[in-house]
């Protein structure tokens, strides 16, 4: 594909569009880095980005051919901003779509598998991508994080079910790859690292980096639920607490050859990604 023309990048701070912008920079392609507060990013274009404002969506759109498009945040309902949104991308000459989904959520499931559904009705050239859980929700800014920082706990509903967590860089890496191969993929792309990991595993292994001890807390369904609904709205909270339940039953139980096969090298495992950002300091 021609590298020419120039892609958005909606989520440009955040922890998969801030990595893939930056990958896209330093692989020479021209980047609009789309978030609320046009925020710099070296070697990008900054432009104020947000879904709620269709204001702003023309002046990020306009030159644009290709968009890594990132849902917003605990919206029970993307498709609802996202969907006029994608067909306004469509009219001003975008060609080829990446979508950010998650791999609990399938296309024509909730949230944004309503916006994966029609994506293929809407691009000829486009692709999903459906990552496990993030590593660095145990190492940034996430719950998980903050838990284990200040109590030493990760507190799931997840009981010993495991995931293929996968590092935001390997994302970022796939991403690229599907916004800049000649051909787009024209499929949804599981992500994940290179074990299946329970959350006592997780629980061990960043104790065992960290120096101190780390416990994994067994909640129940009800008891994640209702703490995540301090944090979210009702709807939002009792999916999330759903897909932890999902865990429990073996539903990310699983892992994909899909980073290895689009980037030519393995996917990062838990352990090193800890000590990068934790120790190393990223």
């Not at 801030?18 to 980047?31: C, E, K, P, Q, Y």
């Not at 459906?130 to 145990?138: G, L, V």
């Not at 067994?218 to 944090?231: F, G, I, V």
């Not at 892992?255 to 120790?279: C, K």
């Amino acid at each position: 594909m021609s590298t020419t023309g120039t892609v958005l990048v909606t989520g440009a701070t955040g922890t998969t569009g801030s990595r893939t912008a930056a990958r896209l920079i330093a692989a020479g392609h021209r980047v609009r880095a789309a978030s609320r507060r046009a925020t710099p990013l070296p070697g990008a274009e900054p432009v104020r980005f947000d879904w709620y404002d269709p204001g702003t969506h023309g002046p990020a759109l306009e030159g644009a051919d290709r968009v890594h498009l990132v849902p917003p945040v605990g919206d029970g309902d993307p498709a609802a901003v996202m969907l006029p949104f994608l067909r306004r991308a469509r009219a001003a000459g975008v060609r080829r779509v990446v979508l950010l989904s998650s791999s609990a959520i399938p296309e024509g499931g909730p949230a944004v598998g309503a916006v994966h559904a029609a994506l293929p009705g809407l691009f000829d050239e486009w692709a999903v991508l459906r990552p496990s859980w993030f590593m660095q929700n145990f190492t940034g800014t996430h719950a998980h994080a903050v838990s284990i920082r200040e109590e030493g706990v990760i507190m799931t509903a997840a009981g010993s079910g495991r995931v293929g967590f996968v590092d935001a860089d390997d994302i970022a890496a796939v991403a690229v790859r599907a916004l800049t191969d000649d051909d787009a993929p024209g499929t949804d792309l599981i992500l994940t690292g290179p074990e299946a990991l329970g959350y006592d595993d997780v629980a061990a292994i960043l104790g065992d980096v960290l120096g101190r001890p780390v416990v994994h807390r067994r909640l129940t369904y009800e008891q994640m639920r209702d703490r995540l609904t301090a944090q979210v709205p009702p709807d939002f909270a009792a999916m999330l607490a759903g897909m932890d339940r999902a865990i429990a039953d073996g539903a990310e139980d699983r892992t994909t050859d899909v980073v290895e096969r689009l980037t030519g090298r393995p996917p990062h495992g838990f352990r090193a990604v800890v000590e990068r950002e934790l120790v190393r300091g990223g």
